[in-house]
C-alpha cells in the first residue's frame, strides 16, 4: 500500500473525497442536484464525479427542490443511496415537504418495510457575504422533524467521516455543511481518513475546567478562539463540538458540564426556537445540581440574515462569547 | 393560429440558440376523450379482458359501498370513496405487470386492492391503526399518498432507478384534478420528460376537488393539455369507459416500456359521493348533475356492451354479483374485529436503530402502560 503523507486539504475536498470515495465503494450511492454535475457544484464540492462515474451517477437535474427531493426518495425506495444537494440553505425550503412528509418518514409510515437512506447536503450559515436566502442557518427546522437525523462537521476530518457516516447510514440524514467553513484546511490524509465514531457522538475539541463552550458547526473555530483569548481572563474553557444535533449526546455534553459547572451554548441561528433553548433545556435538566450559573445562550439575533456589510455585527464573534463568560460568574439575583 | 406561430408572434427574433425542442402538434390530446364501449371500437376489444373489468368494477363498487358502510359503523376512521371512478381505478392496477409500481393517492384504495393487496391491509390507513399496513415491495403499491400529488415525484424517481439498474419496470402514478395545480405535479412531469422516465401519469378528473369544481382549478383547455408543455403527450380518455381506460394506459405502459417517455392520460369521470364521508356535497352540486351522470355509469356501459355482444347473461350478472357479495362480507367480518396495538410500537422504526431520547420515552410509556395494567397510575 502506499502511504500518502498528510497535506493541507480543505473542508470542500474532503466532502468532494468523501463523495467519491462511496460512490466507488457502493454503486447505489448516486449523488444529485443542480449544478453538480458538469460545473461541480457551486462551491465545487462535486468536482470530478461526473467525469469519474458518468452523469447518472452524478446527475444535473432541473432546477427544483421538491423535485430533487421527491425523486431521491423514488430512487431510495427501489434501493439505491441517492445524495441530493440543496446548493444553499434557504434554497431547500421548497423540498420540505418532500423531506417533512417523506423522506422522513417513510421508515415509520411503512413501519419499517422502506428505509430512506437518503443523503441531504445543505450547505448553510452566513459569514461568506452571501446576499440574502444565500446565509440562513436552518438547523432548527431539521432538528424538529422526527425521522432526520442532523449532523454538522466543523474540522475537515469530521467532515469526511461524517459525509461517510451518513451515506452508509439507512436512515436520512441532514448534513450540514458550513460554508463559511469550506475553505478551512487542514493537514489529512486522504489515505488514512480518520474514524469518526457513529453518528450522534460529541467531541471535547478542547479540555478545560472553568466553563464549558457548547456549540458546532461553524461556531467551533470561533468558540476555539475564545477559549485562547479567555486564557488571559484566567478562565480554562472546554470547548465541545456537538458534530450531532439529532441524536443529541447528551452523555458528552452532561459529563461535560458537570465537570466545569457552567456552560454557554453557542451557534449563529438565531435564539428565539433555536436550538441552543432545547440544549440548555436538556443540559438544566440533567445537570442542575453541579450548575454554578443558569446556562446561557449566545446566538445569531432573532432578525432574518442581515445584508452581508452587517453580518459580523449579527453572528456570535469571540467578544460576545466572552461576554456571557464573564456573565458565568453568576450569582444569585445580581 | 398555431402555437408556433403565435411564439414568433411575441418572439419576432429568437437568438441563434433559441430552437423550439419539437412540434407540439403530436403531443396534444384529441378534443373528443377516447371511448370504446358504445363505439366501433368496442367490437375489437378483447372479449376476455371485457368480462374481467366487468367483474372487477363490479366488485369495486361493491367495496365502495362496504367501505362506506364501515364508517357509518365507526370501522373506518374516514374513506374516501371511488364510486363511479371504478373503471379508472381497476384498469390502473390490471394494466401494469406484476413487476411494475403503482403509486396511488388516498382515494385510490381500490387500485391497491384489484392489483392484489388485502382489502384489509389496504384499508389499515383509512381505519387509523397505522399508516401502512403492507409492505409496499411485496405488491409494489407505494404508500396511499395523502399530500397531494407528492407521490408523483416518487414514481419518477422509482423508474429512473429501475432504468438505471437495467430493469424494465413502469410505474403508474395516480392524482386528482386538484393535484395538478400542486408544484410537485409540474416538477414530477418535467423530471419525467427530462430525463424520459417509464412513468405514466394518470389523473382522474372527477370534477371536484372537494367542493372546487375543475373550472376553479384551470385555465388550461383540458389537464391533458398539461403535457404539451413539459415535452411528453397527454391522452384524454373517458374515466368511466374501462376499455377506454385500459387501452389507452395500456399503450401509454408500452411506450415508456419500450423507452418512450412518459404521458400524461387525463379520465373523465366523476364522483358519485361526497368527498369523503366528512362532506356535504349538497353544498356545492345539484343532484340533476349527479344524475345525469348516471346514465354513464361504468358498470352500466360494461353491462350493456357485454351483453348486447352475447358476452353476459342474467346468469353470469349474478355470479359476478355473488362474487362481489363475498368479498364484501368477508371484509366486514374482518374489519368487524377491533385490530390489536401494541403502544410501544410507536417508538418502532423512527429510526434503524433507536436514539438514547426515543429510548428513554420508551422506557416512560412502558412505566405508564405497567402502571396503568397494576391500576397504579394516577
Not at chain 1, 463559511?180 to 484546511?185: A, D, G, I
Not at chain 2, 378483447?46 to 367495496?63: C, F
Not at chain 2, 359521493?273 to 353544498?283: Q, Y
Request: net charge negative; charged share 25%; glycine share 8%.
Amino acid at each position: 500500500m502506499t502511504t500518502v503523507a498528510a497535506k493541507p486539504v480543505t473542508m470542500a475536498q474532503a466532502f468532494g473525497r468523501a463523495l467519491r470515495d462511496a460512490m466507488a465503494a457502493d454503486p447505489s450511492v448516486h449523488v444529485l442536484g443542480e449544478d453538480v454535475g458538469t460545473l461541480g457544484g457551486v462551491f465545487r464540492v462535486t468536482d470530478g464525479l461526473a467525469k469519474e462515474f458518468g452523469d447518472a451517477r452524478c446527475t444535473d437535474t432541473p432546477l427544483a427542490e421538491a423535485g430533487i427531493l421527491g425523486t431521491a426518495v423514488g430512487m431510495a425506495m427501489y434501493g439505491l443511496r441517492p445524495v441530493v444537494e440543496m446548493q444553499f440553505d434557504a434554497f431547500a425550503y421548497p423540498g420540505f415537504e418532500q423531506l417533512i412528509s417523506h423522506v422522513a418518514k417513510m421508515r415509520n409510515r411503512t413501519r419499517g418495510a422502506m428505509p430512506m437512506p437518503l443523503t441531504v447536503r445543505v450547505p448553510y450559515g452566513g459569514g461568506i457575504g452571501g446576499v440574502e436566502h444565500h446565509s440562513d442557518s436552518s438547523e432548527a427546522y431539521y432538528m424538529a422533524t422526527p425521522g432526520l437525523h442532523v449532523v454538522t462537521p466543523a474540522t475537515v476530518a469530521d467532515a469526511y467521516g461524517l459525509m461517510r457516516a451518513a451515506i452508509a447510514s439507512d436512515d436520512p440524514v441532514v448534513i450540514l455543511e458550513p460554508k463559511r467553513l469550506y475553505w478551512s484546511k487542514d493537514s489529512w490524509n486522504p489515505e488514512h481518513p480518520t474514524d469518526v465514531e457513529p453518528i450522534g457522538r460529541a467531541v471535547v475539541r478542547r479540555p478545560g475546567s472553568s466553563a464549558t463552550l457548547i456549540t458546532y458547526g461553524p461556531s467551533v473555530p470561533v468558540c476555539m478562539e475564545a477559549a485562547e483569548a479567555a486564557r488571559a481572563e484566567g478562565w480554562d474553557l472546554e470547548v465541545v463540538d456537538l458534530r450531532s444535533l439529532v441524536p443529541f449526546d447528551d452523555e458528552t455534553v452532561s459529563a461535560s458540564v458537570r465537570r466545569t459547572g457552567r456552560a454557554v451554548v453557542v451557534h449563529e441561528s438565531g435564539g428565539f426556537g433555536g436550538p441552543g433553548g432545547e440544549i440548555a433545556a436538556r443540559v438544566t435538566e440533567r445537570c442542575f445540581h453541579h450548575l454554578e450559573a443558569p446556562v446561557l445562550r449566545v446566538a445569531g439575533f432573532d432578525i432574518p440574515y442581515p445584508p452581508p456589510m452587517l453580518e459580523r455585527h449579527h453572528l456570535p464573534g469571540v467578544d460576545r462569547i466572552l461576554d456571557a463568560v464573564a456573565r458565568l460568574q453568576w450569582e444569585a439575583g445580581s | 393560429m398555431t402555437v408556433m406561430e403565435q411564439r414568433d408572434a411575441y418572439r419576432p427574433t429568437p437568438p441563434p440558440a433559441w430552437q423550439p425542442r419539437t412540434d407540439p402538434a403530436p403531443l396534444l390530446p384529441d378534443a373528443e376523450p377516447f371511448r370504446v364501449l358504445g363505439t366501433d371500437a368496442a367490437a375489437k376489444a378483447d372479449a376476455r379482458l371485457l368480462r374481467r373489468l366487468y367483474a372487477e368494477v363490479v366488485r369495486g363498487r361493491r367495496y365502495n359501498a362496504q367501505a362506506t358502510a364501515l364508517t357509518k359503523q365507526g370501522r373506518l376512521a374516514v374513506y374516501p370513496s371511488s364510486t363511479g371512478q371504478e373503471a379508472c381505478e381497476v384498469a390502473a392496477a390490471l394494466v401494469l405487470e406484476e413487476r411494475d409500481w403503482l403509486f396511488p393517492s388516498y382515494r385510490d384504495t381500490l387500485a391497491a386492492v384489484a392489483r392484489g393487496l388485502d382489502p384489509v391491509q389496504a384499508l389499515t390507513l383509512l381505519r387509523g391503526d397505522w399508516h401502512t399496513g403492507y409492505d409496499p415491495r411485496e405488491h409494489r403499491v407505494a404508500p396511499l399518498c395523502t399530500p397531494l400529488a407528492t407521490q408523483l415525484p416518487h414514481a419518477v424517481g422509482l423508474a429512473h432507478a429501475a432504468r438505471l439498474k437495467g430493469d424494465d419496470v413502469v410505474a403508474l402514478a395516480m392524482v386528482g384534478d386538484g393535484g395538478t395545480s400542486e408544484g410537485d405535479f409540474h416538477e414530477a412531469l418535467n423530471f419525467a420528460a427530462v430525463w424520459q422516465a417509464p412513468v405514466v401519469f394518470l389523473v382522474q378528473n372527477n370534477g371536484f376537488a372537494i367542493s372546487v369544481p375543475l373550472d376553479k382549478q384551470t385555465a388550461a383547455p383540458s389537464l391533458a393539455h398539461k403535457a404539451v408543455g413539459y415535452g411528453m403527450p397527454g391522452r384524454l380518455v373517458d374515466g368511466n369507459d374501462a376499455a377506454a381506460v385500459h387501452e389507452v394506459l395500456a399503450e401509454a405502459v408500452r411506450h415508456a416500456r419500450e423507452g418512450g417517455g412518459p404521458t400524461l392520460v387525463e379520465a373523465i369521470t366523476y364522483r358519485m359521493e361526497a368527498h369523503t364521508n366528512a362532506d356535504d356535497a349538497t353544498r356545492y352540486r345539484v343532484d340533476a348533475e349527479v344524475d345525469a351522470w348516471r346514465d354513464h355509469d361504468p358498470i352500466l356501459l360494461l353491462e350493456r356492451e357485454l351483453t348486447e355482444r352475447g358476452l353476459l347473461d342474467e346468469e353470469g350478472i349474478r355470479a359476478v354479483r355473488d362474487d362481489a357479495e363475498k368479498m364484501a362480507a368477508d371484509l366486514r367480518e374482518r374489519m368487524n374485529q377491533d385490530p390489536v396495538l401494541d403502544p410501544m410500537d410507536l417508538f418502532r422504526d423512527v429510526y434503524a436503530e433507536q436514539t438514547t431520547q426515543l429510548r428513554e420515552q420508551a422506557a416512560q410509556l412502558r412505566a405508564e402502560l405497567d402502571a396503568e395494567a397494576d391500576g397504579t397510575d394516577r
